[in-house]
């Protein structure tokens, strides 16, 4: 009955303002006292855009804001793209793109629609319609083109996507993408609903998910999974999308003042990176990528995303949002990737909570970071880590767990260079760390993987009198968290006495480090140094797949202050508890 007042009130008033839109409609409707909990959203009218394009003559889009103003969202077919499907379109000849927040070469921002109304009772139906952005087959054909935001959200193709997907989607020609924070080679950011992870808290008022907290507690109750899942659709709890793109250009770089830098993208939440069918996604021609924090050849940070704790913080453990990269070929040009201060990969700076698989990076010439430095990803795992993704909890559930399979990173010819400088502050419980594919792996479970052309890792630990652990493949590789207080049941499951199951120990099946001539110097150097590991603590490595089961190649002279060996400097059961672990249990325990 409710429902069918409300579509009644709304028919009507539409016949009496015929000039008047939908979203006009609502805005009266509230500002004139009627109720949200009244107002149900009943459908969304999606735009279609197809088989158009764009052709500029030495094209420069967009300008920056002067004193307090700012210019927000330009891009070289559309500033902001919202809810609307756009297929089959292009833009020739741009060659600039700025602003202050928001520049792309193909559009400023790709974002879903925000849903105005509230379900307030389960006794309602809640439907559901499709609110995302939708970019399919379009292309950005330039020459040298800059792409630049003074702020936030550069991208050779999208500024930034919120909750939006680009499929079989590609820019060419891209020679610099910069901004403060947040710049990838095709997107500076894939991330969740625009209200949840860019827009303002002011843009959030009237919304759906303004208010949708209140029907959590009982739609996580038991037998509500599906209208759950609605209702995070509805307010946007959805990952971005990218199918089957690609980014090229001629040495192109890509560079953040601030944090996150990536060559394909800057940072992503749950972000889904896939193929679409037979169609990869490609990086060709990328040679320098530079961030404080978070720099990468893909991406400077893919983490798990948090439903449901985006939208209540007090609900405890929700829905998790992993993220997906693969299939994904990166060629580097004599590829350079700094972060000055953390998390420096040829892959991602961070990684965690998600899978990657079937991924190809070539042409490294040097990754070089503060702390974390690797070929693949700087930091990846489970436990403590959880922090740096934004959550607070153990973060050892399956949600969150980071699985990485067929992956191969190769240097130059004249071989990759990793090194951990150790010029940064170090906080309680930090070392520093360098790993020809990961240099701090916790609980990550690894198969078919490769490194190759690989000259030298080193980690300095030049502050604090902190320890440098350096390893070919990994340079130290541990349980993290609560995971060595786990009990093995009778399934084999590996539970936390009372609490969740947690992800297995780590795990190295099929996994090689190949090394290149470092002309007489040390291949590997750090307090704790070895071939493969720095340092082990439990674990499984198992080479017996192979025809012959070795896991290091051409490795010639490692150097280790403390400890050194040709397969690790030091291998040691994993420690029953880290301090980091208890403290995100908050004492659930007891201990």
């Not at 040298?144 to 193709?157: E, I, K, P, R």
């Not at 060559?263 to 990869?280: N, R």
């Not at 297995?504 to 480090?513: A, E, H, K, R, S």
């Amino acid at each position: 009955n409710v429902t069918a007042g409300v579509v009644e009130l709304l028919s009507t008033l539409l016949n009496i303002l015929p000039g008047v839109g939908l979203g006009d409609l609502i805005t009266i409707l509230l500002k004139n006292d009627v109720p949200l909990g009244q107002l149900l959203p009943n459908g969304y009218y999606k735009p279609l855009i197809q088989n158009s394009s764009v052709s500029l003559s030495e094209g420069s889009i967009g300008t920056t804001g002067t004193g307090k103003e700012t210019v927000n969202y330009n891009g070289g077919f559309v500033g902001s793209q919202t809810g609307t499907d756009i297929n089959n379109c292009s833009v020739t000849g741009l060659n600039q793109v700025v602003a202050d927040i928001g520049a792309g070469g193909f559009a400023g921002i790709e974002k879903d629609a925000q849903v105005k109304g509230l379900l307030s009772d389960l006794g309602a139906e809640i439907k559901t319609f499709d609110i995302r952005s939708t970019q399919r087959n379009c292309h950005v054909d330039a020459s040298d083109l800059s792409v630049t935001a003074t702020d936030s959200y550069a991208g050779g193709f999208n500024g930034v996507m919120a909750n939006s997907s680009s499929i079989e989607s590609n820019v060419s020609g891209v020679k610099l993408v910069k901004a403060n924070q947040y710049a990838g080679g095709f997107a500076g950011r894939a991330t969740l609903g625009y209200g949840m992870a860019v827009g303002s808290n002011d843009e959030q008022n009237d919304t759906l998910l303004q208010s949708v907290s209140k029907l959590l507690e009982q739609l996580l109750a038991s037998g509500n999974e599906e209208e759950l899942g609605v209702l995070l659709s509805l307010s946007g709890a959805q990952p971005s999308e990218i199918k089957g793109s690609s980014v090229s250009g001629t040495n192109f770089s890509v560079q953040a003042a601030a944090d996150y830098a990536g060559g394909l993208i800057g940072q992503g939440d749950g972000v889904q990176i896939t193929s679409s069918g037979t169609e990869k996604n490609t990086i060709q021609g990328v040679s320098f990528v530079k961030a404080n924090n978070y720099a990468g050849g893909i991406s400077g940070a893919v983490t798990v995303a948090d439903a449901v704790g985006v939208l209540n913080d007090t609900l405890g453990i929700g829905s998790y949002l992993s993220f997906t990269v693969s299939n994904v070929d990166l060629g580097g040009n004599d590829l350079q990737i700094e972060a000055s201060n953390k998390y420096a990969s040829g892959g991602a700076g961070l990684m965690l909570g998600g899978t990657a698989e079937q991924i190809k990076i070539e042409g490294i010439q040097s990754v070089t970071a503060g702390n974390y430095a690797a070929g693949f990803a700087g930091r990846a795992g489970t436990g403590s880590l959880a922090k740096e993704g934004g959550l607070d909890l153990l973060g050892l559930v399956d949600g969150v767990a980071t699985k990485v399979s067929n992956v191969s990173v190769s240097g130059t010819e004249n071989g990759a260079v990793i090194k951990a400088s150790g010029q940064v502050e170090i906080t309680e419980g930090e070392s520093i760390l360098a790993g020809g594919f990961i240099s701090e792996a916790e609980g990550v479970q690894i198969a078919d993987s490769h490194v190759t052309n690989l000259k030298a890792v080193y980690a300095e630990a030049a502050k604090d009198n902190k320890e440098g652990y350096a390893g070919g493949f990994v340079g130290r590789s541990h349980t993290g968290g609560l995971a060595g207080l786990a009990q093995e049941d009778k399934d084999g499951a590996l539970k936390l006495p009372g609490i969740v199951n947690v992800s297995g120990l780590p795990q190295y099946t099929n996994t090689t480090v190949t090394f290149c001539s470092a002309n007489e110097e040390p291949q590997v150097k750090a307090d704790y140094a070895g071939g493969f590991f720095g340092e082990m603590q439990s674990g499984k490595v198992d080479n017996s797949t192979r025809t012959e089961a070795y896991a290091v190649y051409g490795l010639e002279k490692v150097k280790g202050e403390s400890h050194a060996g040709g397969f690790a400097g030091k291998v040691d059961a994993g420690a029953t508890a880290s301090s980091n672990g208890l403290n995100l249990l908050g004492g659930i325990l007891n201990l």
